[in-house]
């Protein structure tokens, strides 16, 4: 049965190899669609709070959640009386039926009235739980004060609290809920994406050789439409063909190929052990070195027993053994890689681990022969 050692050192070869070690023309394509967004369109952050109801005794009891169930009255055209003025200052009042509640939803772009959207609801006051809750109409605004869409529905927790009154099991978060299309949209927001006969497309990680090879894929199909403004922004002209259906045109551009640049730059998460190397990295001709002390703690104590007839008492004499050793070191030379693979094989010769292979990789880097980002998570 192999170690957990050895399993790692066999999935990050395998991994590495067979994945990232491709040359450049034999690397995948992928759509243009894929890696970058048409300015002018983002999602919209929409947020309300309201009232959920049904609740099983698991409400809130806080000063908020009578304020909004007065408000909830009013609003419904029943005028607050004295004694229910009085309700909100009454401390032994209860309101375990209900809970005060933060909603918030995503409005998508080209998104139109009518259509719905998904909403979070999250508990704004002490409730333990909105499971069998129902959230009352709530309107759900955006930055400009204006409202957007209203959200209402049962609310799915996906878990709750189950047990008795010696113990409970919670499973996942019973405050949060989700309500699966509850916000229906009532108001839309324009998505102005053409400006003088063109439209750009913004690469979701800047690169100036992956701008240019975007342009050159678009202008493989539409000769001399597109440009690269910066690493982020390729511009792209309608042609006067296309003038009539540019919408057409736009998802025309996003579904070309083309082969990405991947970034030399090697990720390494010590916490779970995970390391991911860029098939662009390169190591220059270099010797490593690799053994790790060892050093072992026993405690083995011993009784210790008075004499006889004498006045003492049994004692436990605490004994401590430690050995300290050191794993026998490799020496090996590195040369310079045409592939990843070679890399992992190289690393993988000296028997290294997820944290052995942090500190080779940074000291790879200080010395200079690691010509790559280390990024450590």
């Known amino acids: 049965m192999p170690d957990r050692r050895t399993i790692f050192l066999l999935l990050f070869t395998a991994v590495t190899a067979a994945c990232l070690s491709v040359p450049a023309h034999g690397q995948p394509q992928v759509r243009i669609g ?93 409730a333990e739980s909105l499971a069998g809750g129902v959230l009352i109409s709530t309107p759900l605004t955006g930055v400009d004060g204006e409202v957007y869409a209203l959200a209402s529905g049962p609310i799915s927790i996906n878990g709750g609290e189950f047990g008795g009154t010696a113990s409970t099991v919670t499973i996942n978060h019973p405050t949060t809920g989700r309500i699966s299309g509850g916000a229906v949209i009532e108001n839309e927001v324009p998505s102005t994406i053409f400006h003088e006969g063109r439209f750009s497309l913004h690469l979701r990680d800047p690169s100036f050789e992956n701008a240019r090879r975007i ?17 982020a922004t390729v511009s792209v002209i309608v042609p006067y063909e296309r003038f009539s259906s540019p919408h057409e045109f736009v998802a025309m551009c996003q579904e070309q190929l083309f082969v990405p640049d991947g970034p030399a730059r090697v990720v390494i998460n010590e916490r779970t052990g995970t390391v991911i190397v860029g098939a662009n990295v390169k190591v220059s001709n270099v010797a490593i070195a690799h ?33 300290a050793g050191r794993e026998q070191g490799f020496l090996n030379v590195v040369n310079e890689p045409t592939t990843v693979g070679d890399l992992a094989a190289s690393l993988n010769a000296l028997g290294v681990t997820p944290r052995d292979l942090s500190v080779i990789f940074q000291m790879l880097k200080e010395n200079g022969a690691l010509h790559a980002a280390l990024e450590l998570k």
Not at 311 to 322: D, L
């Open 34 to 126: 894929d890696v970058t967004q048409v300015a002018g369109e983002h999602p919209n952050q929409l947020v309300g709070y309201g009232l959920v109801t049904g609740l099983a005794g698991t409400g809130g009891s806080g000063t908020i959640t009578k304020r909004l169930v007065i408000t909830l009255i009013q609003r419904l055209g029943l005028r607050a009386d004295p004694r229910l003025r009085q309700f909100i200052r009454q401390a032994q009042e209860k309101t375990d039926n209900v809970s005060a509640v933060m909603v918030t939803a995503t409005l998508p772009p080209h998104a139109k009235r009518g259509q719905t959207i998904d909403v979070l609801v999250s508990t704004l006051d002490d």
């Open 215 to 231: 342009a050159e894929a678009i202008n493989l199909t539409a000769p001399g439409a597109a440009s690269v403004l910066d690493p």
């Open 291 to 323: 053994g790790n002390l060892i050093v072992t703690t026993v405690e083995n104590p011993q009784v210790v027993q008075p004499a006889p007839f004498s006045e003492g008492t049994t004692e436990i004499v605490p004994r401590t053994e430690v050995q």
